[in-house]
C-alpha cells in the first residue's frame, strides 16, 4: 500500500499493529520516560495515598457516629473548618496530579484509520475514550512546533492536528485576528488535536503516515499557513 515506505523507521514507543485494509497504531511511552514520569510525580501518588488512608479514616469514624473525631482527621487535628477545606483542595490537587502521573506512565494512545474515518482511542488501567472523524472531514494533517518558555529556559514540543473541511464563522475568524496579535495567519478551519510529543519530535511522523493513508496533504510548520486556533476541538482523556 502507498503509506509503506513511512513504516521503514518507527519512532520509540510506537508500534504498527495492523497495515492491511486499515491501520492501526499504538503509542504508548518508553521506559525512560516512564522512569522520569515515576520521579517527578513520586511525591503527588504518595500525598495522594496519604489522604485517601486519612478519608478511609474518617469514614471508619463517620461510621462508628465518632463525627468529632472524623473532623479531626479531616482538619489536620485541628477540628477547624478550614482545616477540612484545605484537606479536600489538597485532595482534589493531588488526585488531579496523580492521574496525569499515571497516564503518563500507563496511558495509551491507538490510532486506527480505515476508509471511512479515523478514530483515535485513549487507554488507561482498562478505561478508553474514543472519538472519531469522518474522512469526507479531514482536509489535512499540520504538525507545528510549539515554543515554551519556562523556569530552565526555552523548551520545545510539537503538536498534530486534523484540519477539517469545516469553515470557522466569520466572527470568531475577527474575533482571533484581534486575539493571536503574535500569528502570521488566522485558523480558517475547525481542527481536532490528535497528539503532542516532545524531543525528539514524533508527531511527523504519525502525520505523514496518516496523511499516505488518507491522500490529503501533510503541513508541516515551516510552510503551513494555517496556524492552531485557540478554540478548537481538544479532546483529552
Known sequence: M??????????SGFQVLSTQTEL????????????????????????FVTFCLALFSALHEVLNFRFLQAAQVLSFGNNNPWGILLFVFLFSLSGVA????????????????VGESLTIIHKLLGIS???????????????????????????????????????RSNR???????????????????????????IPDTTEWLGKLLADFYRVEFQS?????????????????
Request: negative net charge; glycine residues 6%.
Open 24 to 47: 492501526r497504531v499504538r503509542y504508548s511511552s518508553v521506559i525512560l520516560d516512564k522512569a522520569c514520569t515515576l520521579l517527578q510525580f513520586m511525591g503527588c501518588f504518595i500525598f
Open 221 to 237: 510548520a515551516s510552510r503551513s499557513n494555517i496556524v492552531p486556533e485557540v478554540d478548537g476541538v481538544n479532546h483529552q482523556f
Open 129 to 167: 475514550h474514543e472519538y472519531s472523524i469522518s474522512v469526507n472531514d479531514i482536509k489535512c494533517f499540520n504538525h507545528f512546533q510549539n515554543v515554551n518558555f519556562g523556569a530552565d529556559g526555552e523548551s520545545d514540543s510539537w503538536t498534530l492536528e486534523v484540519v477539517t473541511n469545516q469553515r
Open 2 to 11: 502507498s503509506f509503506i515506505p513511512s513504516l521503514h523507521k518507527i519512532p
Open 172 to 198: 470568531i475568524q475577527s474575533f482571533q485576528a484581534w486575539f493571536l496579535v503574535n500569528t502570521a495567519t488566522r485558523m480558517n478551519y475547525k481542527t481536532v488535536h490528535l497528539y503532542d510529543a516532545g
Open 98 to 113: 496523580s492521574y496525569i502521573g499515571l497516564w503518563f506512565l500507563l496511558g495509551v494512545i491507538e490510532f486506527h484509520a
